[in-house]
């Protein structure tokens, strides 16, 4: 146990520093009435699961997204919704619900819980793929390694300036 908070500490203090003061696009641009909506969404789509509730708003803080959100990669993708999800995924969350790609791309991009059951699956099928927690998390931002470091530096950042240092305990 004093290990793993050794390695996590070692992993992510550093950029939980580095990343600390800066702010979240979606406080911007998503008015009340839209948070409290993904807020719900958020609790529906964590099933109970305190630690995948604090999961997916960790994902949240970092993404920055809100409801109408489309936003442009240079790779020609895009990134759908509060919870960004790239667009990379519409084929295969096409396939799964039986809908077609622009209603999947259209509930990705305008329906918060559509947009956080199709993260939590990302996150899900990541976390069974890799069988580690943090590993889930950058697998969810990207397949290559070094973005994968600095995405779980930074989203456990925004998990501890939301919960705390003892994010996972109740």
Partial sequence: MAANRLRFARL??????TLSFQPTSAAVRSPPE?????????????????????????????EGGWVGAEVPNSNGSHD?????????WVPKLSKL????????????????CFNVQAARWIFLSALSVTGAYWKAIGVYHSP???????YVASVAGHLQRRYGLRIFQQ
Avoid at 35 to 57: S, Y
Avoid at 97 to 112: C, F, H, K, S
């Fill in 34 to 62: 839209h948070e409290a909506r993904l807020g719900a969404c958020i609790r529906d789509a964590a099933g109970g699961r305190v630690w995948l509730e604090k999961t997916l708003w960790g994902l949240r803080d970092q």
């Fill in 144 to 150: 290559t390694r070094w973005r994968q470091r600095q």
């Fill in 80 to 88: 759908l919704g509060p919870l960004q999800v790239n667009s990379f």
């Fill in 97 to 112: 619900t039986g809908r077609p790609l622009a209603q999947v791309r259209e509930w990705l991009i305008n329906d918060p």
């Fill in 12 to 17: 992510v203090l550093p950029a939980i520093l």
